[in-house]
């Protein structure tokens, strides 16, 4: 079991190295919110590690530990979080984080679904998104990515 967690910090190492090659080509303030996130996930992965480290000392089982753990919920939003980074400009920012907002909010949740819950989260999702255009477009005035409806 040793031998998966290690695996497991191993990748998230790659992923965090795949994320890191593009931001060599970010010059400035452009690359100082991207440049934060890759060191709070570097933290993380170390914490991986030290997990892993500790579990193997106690003689801990793993499989035990993760009994329960959605993996197929977590590698869905892996996924669609690289479709929304893909097609970001293409479809737009506002209207991409919107409906990338809705989903990850509705897949997340480890409860069952309701209309009424459903109806919450997007209303949520909205005032993001709407806090985030005040934020970005009529307040900083910064250039995001309008996508093909120029939205």
């Known amino acids: 079991m040793l031998y998966k967690e290690f695996f497991s910090a191993l990748v998230m190492t790659a992923i965090i190295v795949c994320f890191a ?6 010059e400035g303030e452009s690359q ?17 590690y030290i997990l892993a ?7 801990m089982d793993v499989k035990m530990s993760l009994k329960g753990y959605p993996l197929w919920r977590v590698l869905i939003l892996f996924v669609l979080t690289v479709i929304y980074l893909f097609t970001l400009q293409t479809v737009g920012f506002y ?3 919107l409906v990338y907002f809705i989903l990850a909010t509705l897949i997340a949740q480890p409860m069952e679904v309701t209309l009424k819950g459903a109806a919450k989260r997007i209303l949520i ?27």
């Open 53 to 59: 480290g500790l579990r193997h000392a106690a003689k």
């Open 95 to 97: 209207p991409g984080s």
């Open 32 to 48: 100082v919110v991207p440049l934060l996130l890759l060191i709070c996930m570097g933290v993380f992965n170390v914490g991986q």
């Open 125 to 151: 999702c909205f005032l993001c998104i709407a806090f985030l255009y005040c934020l970005f477009t009529v307040l900083l005035a910064v250039q995001i990515p309008k996508g093909i409806l120029g939205i």
């Open 21 to 26: 090659v593009p931001l060599t080509h970010l």
